[in-house]
């Protein structure tokens, strides 16, 4: 089965929930594939004591998956901010 998770939010349990259920559908032979948008393209500087989102993306890696990569896109005219998209493919 493929899935798709789709994840738009640095907040920490909710970030580590959604790599928590990607990370069991690998490890069951699934194919997942990860979107971050908006604030999220910025999950591997987050994480705490409780839910650590860093070890948890390197169990993605155990896994045979990669870590997000992120492209860089020209400053918007509007406000001069560069912005950043991810796509991700795990499995």
Same mark, same amino acid.
């Given at each position: ?17 959604? /790599?928590? !259920? @990607? +990370? =069991? ?9 990860? /979107?971050? !948008? @908006? +604030? =999220? ?9 409780? /839910? ?40």
């Amino acid at each position: 089965m493929k899935y798709l998770l789709v994840i738009n939010t640095t907040e920490t349990e909710t970030v580590w929930n959604a /790599f928590r !259920l @990607g +990370s =069991a559908a690998l490890s069951r032979g699934h194919e997942v594939s990860v /979107f971050l !948008l @908006g +604030s =999220a393209v910025d999950i591997e500087s987050i994480g705490d004591e409780r /839910f650590d989102v860093q070890k948890l993306l390197l169990r993605f890696d155990e896994l045979g998956g990669r870590r997000p990569e992120l492209w860089h896109l020209p400053a918007h005219p509007a406000d001069g901010r560069e912005r950043r998209v991810s796509h991700v493919h795990y499995g």
